[in-house]
């Protein structure tokens, strides 16, 4: 079965420190790969996707940017992280090419930035 | 471009009472539908997805939606509300995009002994 590891769980950093958030997906080839973002009070914010290897749409400018070394690895990173990276951080992963495939979610990484 | 709308960002319904999640969606196209529930602290979890083989679908936990192009809702049912089912929900869509979902603002259900 497939299963997805997201970590850290939790995460203080201070303003101006970087970040790197890490997500594994196991037990399948390929996945469409996504980086929400919920933050207080909002809903879910779609951060990146990606469809393959070295793949990464970015769907809101921001200070944060994400890779794909692997094919079931997502990196979040940020260089100098801001008060307003302050969240919920969600991992999900979902069937490449499957209109019907619901996405797949991580338990989440909470990051607080002081 | 796809998107979906939930009304009302918190609800709240009696122990054993009917629990209704409102959600609508535009698009001219068939609509890809999904409910997804969040309890405090974790990831989202699927409870049902709209798969254009029936307008009734069934899901997890005894929830169900029905799809009604007439209205574009896709509203979440339960007949009997359990404190267990507090939590929020998500309605969410493909679309805006290729394999990008996008999703409601939530809606907390609070149940009420």
């Known amino acids: 079965s497939q299963t997805i590891h997201q970590w850290p769980a939790t995460l203080v950093q201070p303003v101006g420190s970087p970040l790197s958030l890490e997500c594994t997906v196991e037990g399948t080839s390929n996945p469409n790969l996504y980086w929400y973002r919920q933050a207080a009070g909002r809903g879910l914010q779609l951060l990146f996707y990606s469809v393959g290897i070295g793949q990464i749409s970015s769907e809101v400018p921001q200070n944060l940017s994400a890779s794909r070394p692997q094919d079931r690895q997502f990196i979040l990173s940020s260089k100098k992280l801001l008060l307003s990276d302050s969240g919920f951080y969600l991992c999900?992963?979902?069937?490449?090419?499957?209109?019907?495939?619901?996405?797949?979610f991580g338990n989440g990484t909470r990051l607080t930035v002081t | 471009a796809q998107s979906v709308t939930q009304l009302g960002s918190h609800v709240s319904v009696s122990e054993g009472a009917l629990v209704l999640l409102r959600c609508n969606y535009s698009?001219?196209?068939?609509?890809?539908l999904f409910w997804y529930v969040q309890y405090p602290n974790q990831g989202l979890q699927l409870l049902l997805k709209y798969t254009s083989a029936a307008t009734l679908v069934k899901g997890i936990n005894g929830f169900e939606a029905e799809f009604k192009k007439s209205e574009t809702s896709f509203h979440l049912t339960k007949p009997s509300a359990h404190m267990s089912d507090a939590a929020e929900y998500f309605c969410?869509?493909?679309?805006?995009?290729?394999?990008?979902?996008?999703f409601g603002t939530g809606t907390k259900l609070q149940v009420i002994p």
């Open positions: 698009s001219s196209v068939p609509p890809y």
């Open positions: 969410a869509s493909y679309g805006g995009g290729y394999q990008k979902v996008t």
């Open positions: 999900a992963w979902s069937v490449a090419g499957g209109f019907n495939s619901p996405l797949h």
